[in-house]
């Protein structure tokens, strides 16, 4: 699992530490990944909270918006191992 923000960098390292991320959270200042997992608000011009599941064939199995994402990582993370256990291959 990683993490995508249009911060710099310098504030998505601040950002992690204050938010006891336990996986990365890259710098996409740009917004060009953001925009390719459909995740930009351009009304707000900025990220959208939520989840992108890609499986291992690099295929998006799922998109989720969900503007308490970053509050409530663990359960999500929980449901998405679950999800993955379950979940076929394709």
């Known amino acids: 699992m ?3 923000s249009i911060d710099t960098p310098e504030v998505a390292a601040q950002t992690r530490e204050a938010l006891g991320l336990r996986y990365p959270l890259l710098s996409d200042p740009n917004a ?3 925009r390719q997992y459909q ?3 351009a009304k707000m011009r900025m990220a959208d909270m939520g989840y992108v599941l890609i ?3 690099g295929r ?3 998109r989720v918006r969900d503007p308490q994402f970053g509050e409530r990582t663990e359960a999500v993370l929980q449901q998405l191992a679950h999800v993955e256990s379950i979940t076929p291959q394709n």
């Open 32 to 34: 060009n990944v953001i």
């Open 60 to 62: 998006v199995r799922d």
């Open 55 to 57: 499986n291992a064939q």
């Open 39 to 41: 995740m930009y608000n």
């Open 2 to 4: 990683l993490a995508l």
